[in-house]
């Protein structure tokens, strides 16, 4: 567990994006340009795994429909979007997913799959792996540890070897191939609550362990902070570590991380189309509002700019900012 006795950082900080605090001693923040469509296909998935922030898992049944994917590429046109980034759940298992991909990357769109690896291997899904390549579809794997029984652990028995087939089989199609524009990047987030080693260092223990045990090659690792929200909360409250996890995270806050929030240049989209500042705002159900302060839709924002508006923050956002900061695409700071 961190030192959690040093002095907590005063939190007042000159920021150009801040002003003051909110109540939850979070700075305010404001928005960027909008970068990224972050949308979550639906809760569905072949995993249970004990960290999952969406509580994912075989017997949701909310998955996005046809025509919130298509206000999907229409937000994309107008408001050309440089990224598209597909979650869960296993956004694979929504039926629109192959569509959209590839109506994405006909609009000259880079497509992000957020992929548990396991999915590659499953019955109705031995094509994926090939779909992926063939649309250039960027893979982002979540891979918690280089260990089997930390994989399994968090993940569900079995998992591990199911990842490492996975990560075989993108491999020989050219992820993460040195020249290849194939990219893999694997996720690591700790098992409890603690705060993630040193993104660099630890990615070079993950190339050597992965590539001696298991020839498997990768681009980079993203290390990631684990949410004090729905499934890991209840996790922690159990062990009765809440309450320091969330200490830990407040006290461990980074000035600097502020202007690379994710938040500032993304927006999340839940399977009804609804709009948030990020994911875990999503999973907290603090969405955007419209004018007529109700929840803002996709359909909604493509005549909207956001640029300048202030982000919802709570105290979980301490999660993003904590030591070497954490994002969608890992630290924010080496």
Not at 134 to 150: F, G, H, I, M, T
Request: charge should be neutral.
């Amino acid at each position: 567990m961190q030192n959690l006795s040093r002095v907590a950082p005063d939190l007042r900080v000159a920021n150009s994006h801040t002003h003051s605090v909110s109540p939850s001693g979070f700075p305010f923040v404001s928005r960027g340009n909008l970068e990224t469509l972050q949308a979550n296909l639906g809760y569905r998935c072949n995993q249970t795994c004990s960290h999952c922030h969406v509580d994912a898992g075989p017997k949701r049944t909310e998955m996005m429909d046809k025509t919130t994917v298509n206000w999907l590429l229409r937000c994309i046109e107008t408001h050309n979007i440089q990224a598209l980034d597909l979650t869960g759940g296993a956004p694979e298992m929504n039926d629109n997913f192959r569509d959209l991909v590839v109506a994405a990357r006909k609009l000259g769109v880079r497509v992000i799959d957020r992929c548990n690896l396991s999915i590659l291997l499953q019955p109705d899904q031995k094509d994926l792996a090939e779909f992926l390549a063939r649309e250039q579809v960027d893979v982002v794997a979540s891979l918690p540890c280089y260990q089997k029984e930390n994989v399994d652990q968090q993940r569900g028995k079995g998992v591990f070897d199911l990842s490492i087939a996975g990560l075989r089989k993108l491999n020989a199609l050219g992820y993460g191939q040195p020249g290849s524009k194939l990219s893999l990047n694997l996720v690591y987030n700790p098992a409890g609550a603690t705060l993630p080693p040193s993104q660099e260092s630890l990615e070079v223990v993950y190339k050597k362990q992965l590539g001696n045990d298991y020839d498997i090659e990768f681009n980079q690792l993203f290390v990631m902070v684990n949410m004090p929200i729905r499934r890991f909360e209840s996790r922690m409250a159990a062990k009765g570590q809440l309450i320091e996890y969330k200490n830990l995270l407040k006290n461990s806050f980074s000035p600097e991380n502020l202007d690379g929030l994710m938040c500032r240049s993304l927006v999340s989209v839940d399977w009804r189309g609804y709009v948030y500042d990020c994911d875990f705002n999503q999973m907290l159900n603090m969405p955007l509002k419209n004018a007529d302060n109700e929840r803002l839709h996709i359909s909604e924002l493509i005549t909207m700019d956001l640029c300048g508006n202030a982000i919802h923050v709570d105290g979980h956002c301490f999660g993003c900012t904590a030591g070497q900061g954490s994002s969608c695409q890992g630290a924010l700071v080496a």
